[in-house]
């Protein structure tokens, strides 16, 4: 597997720590969506096989669907980055 399916991997534990550890930690519910884990292995499947058509391409969208989920509330969790503000006290608007 190259950097892109790396990424993938990536973008999948990253929602998976989101459902079941970070909303916690900013006063959520636990609740874990078991898609996650198929979901990323499709994923990451077809990002390496794209990898070997242009590598270029594939690590861009992989890296376009990190920010995605870094950024853009997905699922009843919320975002990443703001329940880890919510985790850590801050404010957020």
Not at 59 to 75: D, E, F, K, M, R
């Amino acid at each position: 597997m190259g950097p892109a399916a790396d990424v993938a991997l990536g973008v999948g534990v990253i929602s998976a720590l989101n459902e079941v550890v970070f909303a916690p930690a900013a006063g959520g519910t636990v609740s874990f969506n078991w898609r996650i884990v198929p979901a990323t292995a499709v994923f990451a499947l077809l990002v390496n096989g794209l990898a070997d058509i242009n590598p270029q391409l594939a690590l861009g969208i992989s890296v376009s669907a990190l920010a995605t989920v870094l950024l853009v509330p997905t699922g009843k969790a919320g975002s990443p980055i703001a329940n880890l503000d919510k985790a850590l006290g801050y404010k957020t608007s």
